[in-house]
T-cell receptor
């Protein structure tokens, strides 16, 4: 149980385009999902917390206009990288927590999306 | 400020030897701590969490609030334990989750 699906797994696009990444909880409802960014050989950095039906909470230093998050349903959150540039190339990972915001519940991770901007 | 510190980026041990992956945290509230593991070409997955006080795949971790540590231990390392291990801290508000920089464990046959 507790499967999180992330799509696409790899995307390559030209500089200036916008890219949408989907994160779905397949067998549970997730009122809260998380978006991370991971650079090569580095740890995951929390970008934002996505809350169903409300605005996302962004971490310090993350541009909310650049990384648009929408959490329209209890099973889907999307991250849109707007006007992507080569420096946005990275590995983006989403996760969802069973039980919403309960702090002692673990997160379940998607497989990640490798974004390459040419 | 770095909330979770894993001092060792790389750790190599021989098969059958004990292994300890260190994790220290910084948080004044009541922490919830986790260990996640990422095997080669697989997604990040939960290994264990302090609240359940369980042993998974022979690994244990004890929360030491005095030393603000949550070290991961296994008495006899196996080759299949080779992976990337991340210590993670969840704040009591529930909406923030911080990872350490990870430790790459290699178990030498």
């Amino acid at each position: 149980g507790a499967v999180v699906s992330q799509h696409p797994s790899w995307v390559i696009c030209k500089s200036g385009t916008s890219v949408k990444i989907e994160c779905r909880s397949l067998d549970f409802q997730a009122t809260t999902m998380f978006w991370y960014r991971q650079f090569p050989k580095q740890s995951l950095m929390l970008m934002a917390t996505s809350n169903e039906g409300s605005k996302a909470t962004y971490e310090q230093g993350v541009e909310k206009d650049k990384f648009l998050i929408n959490h329209a349903s209890l099973t889907l959150s999307t991250l849109t990288v707007t006007s992507a540039h080569p420096e946005d190339s990275s590995f983006y990972i989403c996760s969802a927590r069973v039980g919403g915001t309960v702090s002692d519940q673990p997160q379940h991770f998607g497989d990640g999306t490798r974004l390459s901007i040419l | 400020a770095q909330r979770v510190t894993q001092p060792e980026k790389l750790l190599s041990v021989f098969k059958g030897a004990p292994v300890e992956l260190k994790c220290n945290y910084s948080y004044s509230g009541s922490p919830e701590l986790f260990w996640y593991v990422q095997y080669s070409r697989q997604r990040l997955q939960l290994l264990l969490r302090h609240i359940s006080r369980e042993s998974i795949k022979g690994f244990t971790a004890d929360l030491n609030k005095g030393e603000t540590s949550f070290h991961l231990k296994k008495p006899f390392a196996q080759e299949e334990d080779s992976a990337m291990y991340y210590c993670a801290l969840s704040l009591s508000t529930g909406n923030q989750f911080y990872f350490g920089t990870g430790t790459s464990l290699t178990v030498i046959p």
